[in-house]
T-cell receptor
Framework: DTEVTQTPKHLVMGMTNKKSLKCEQH?????MYWYKQKAKKPPELMFVYSYEKLSINESVPSRFSPECPNSSLLNLHLHALQPEDSALYLC??????????????FGQGTRLTVV | KQEVTQIPAALSVPEGENLVLNCSFTDSAIYNLQWFRQDPGKGLTSLLL?????REQTSGRLNASLDKSSGRSTLYIAASQPGDSATYLC???????????FGTGTRLTIIP
């Protein structure tokens, strides 16, 4: 099983709403990532969790709050977002080792629209 | 800072043709390079992973090569099919913390 599952697939939220994106994998990976992708652009790294601890925050605004409750789950809590935050949010996972055969697997993404 | 570039940005070819997609990176100190496929509005599907110690990797009609010293990788697609139409992204992994740096992508259209 090389699947990363993201829910929901689509989300429309108002600027005052609070919502959460969810990501799950059962490959035993201990590194999990959130990427943001705007239309016709490559994905940009937001956060990296390693062994359930936040290891990288790419200067993401505090209205995005990640959480890794266990080794299989990754959440992204959203609050007071702006319309420019509308994008495809991608979750990924990989083994947490600096070896050259480590492969990253991505989910199908959550299409977020902020109105 | 690692920069990854893909040329061309868009490519249209008739069905059945063989084609090559290019990926260039500025820092040759990479751990590996992955090629991904992305359909419109969808996530990324991993196609091939080339380890830093490898020169090429094959899967079905796909063949990826890596030349670290020159900072280049190519993805060769044989006997193209309309179902191959998608955006193709290359990504290099740098550093112990598993960060992927993506290229700008090539949007491929196979004409039936």
């Amino acid at each position: 099983d090389t699947e990363v599952t993201q829910t929901p697939k689509h989300l429309v939220m108002g600027m005052t709403n609070k919502k959460s994106l969810k990501c799950e994998q059962h490959m035993g990976h201990r590194a999990m990532y959130w990427y943001k992708q705007k239309a016709k652009k490559p994905p940009e790294l937001m956060f990296v969790y390693s062994y359930e601890k936040l290891s990288i925050n790419e200067s993401v605004p505090s209205r995005f709050s990640p959480e890794c409750p266990n080794s299989s789950l990754l959440n992204l809590h959203l609050h007071a977002l702006q319309p420019e935050d509308s994008a495809l949010y991608l979750c990924a996972s990989s083994h947490n080792r600096a070896r050259d055969n480590t492969e990253a697997f991505f989910g199908q993404g959550t299409r977020l629209t902020v109105v | 800072k690692q920069e990854v570039t893909q040329i061309p940005a868009a490519l249209s070819v008739p069905e059945g043709e063989n084609l090559v997609l290019n990926c260039s990176f500025t820092d040759s100190a990479i751990y590996n390079l992955q090629w991904f496929r992305q359909d419109p509005g969808k996530g990324l599907t991993s196609l091939l992973l080339i380890q830093s110690s490898q020169r090429e990797q094959t899967s079905g009609r796909l063949n990826a090569s890596l030349d670290k010293s020159s900072g280049r990788s190519t993805l060769y697609i044989a006997a193209s099919q309309p179902g191959d139409s998608a955006t193709y992204l290359c990504a290099v992994r740098v550093g112990w913390y598993e960060k992927l740096t993506f290229g700008t992508g090539t949007r491929l259209t196979i004409i039936p």
